[in-house]
C-alpha cells in the first residue's frame, strides 16, 4: 500500500491511500502501456471448454486476474465477442456458485 501526504505550512493538505488493487487494474497509461492485470491476461491461453460462444465464461482470465487479488473476479467484468460476462458479489466467477 502506498501514501501520497502534501504538507501545506506544516498542515495535510491532501493525504491518499493508493491500494495494490487499485495499482493493478489501472487502464491503459498515457503512453498507451496497460495495467499489471490487462497485461498479464493478453495472450492468457483459453483452457475453459465451451461448445459455443455463449457458453464462454472467461475462467482462465479470472484465474490469472485473481492471482493478483483473490477479490478481483468478484467485481470484474469482460468484454466477449459484444458480450459482457459479469456476476455480483454472492456468486463465485472462479468457478463455483456460491
Avoid at 19 to 39: C, I, K, Q, Y
Avoid at 72 to 77: D, N, W, Y
Wanted: aromatic share 6%; net charge negative.
Amino acid at each position: 500500500m502506498t501514501h501520497h501526504l502534501v504538507l501545506d505550512a506544516g498542515r495535510i493538505a491532501n493525504y491518499q491511500i493508493v491500494r495494490p488493487s487499485t495499482r493493478m487494474a489501472s487502464p491503459l497509461d498515457p503512453f498507451g502501456v496497460p495495467g499489471p492485470h490487462e497485461e498479464a491476461v493478453i495472450n492468457t491461453p483459453i483452457l475453459g471448454e465451451f461448445g459455443r460462444a455463449k457458453d464462454f465464461t472467461g475462467i482462465d482470465s479470472l484465474r490469472t486476474i485473481r492471482s493478483f487479488d483473490p477479490c478481483m473476479p468478484c467485481t470484474g467484468h469482460l468484454y466477449a465477442g459484444g458480450r459482457v460476462l459479469h456476476r455480483d458479489a454472492t456468486t463465485r466467477m472462479c468457478g463455483e456458485e456460491g
